[in-house]
């Protein structure tokens, strides 16, 4: 990757130019990664579900869970 910098009188990187090419390859990984769902929406509900109990000091002892299971 082709990458030149842009710096100001005291030296310190400013700026930064790349190849139109590496932009759009930079992109294309920017937009894929912004369309990957990481959790389903039940899994979301269940997840801040966990959370609120966990504040409120009512999460589930795994001990307890592994032995009913």
């Known amino acids: 990757m082709n990458i030149q910098y842009i710096t100001n009188e005291k030296g310190r990187k400013t700026a930064v130019v790349v190849s139109l090419n590496e ?40 001990r307890e869970a592994l032995r009913e299971w």
């Open 23 to 62: 932009w759009e390859k930079i992109m294309a990984k920017v937009r894929a990664f912004e369309e990957m769902e990481f959790l389903t929406p039940e899994d979301e509900r269940d997840r801040k579900q966990a959370v609120s109990e966990l504040q409120k000091g009512e999460a589930l002892d795994l």
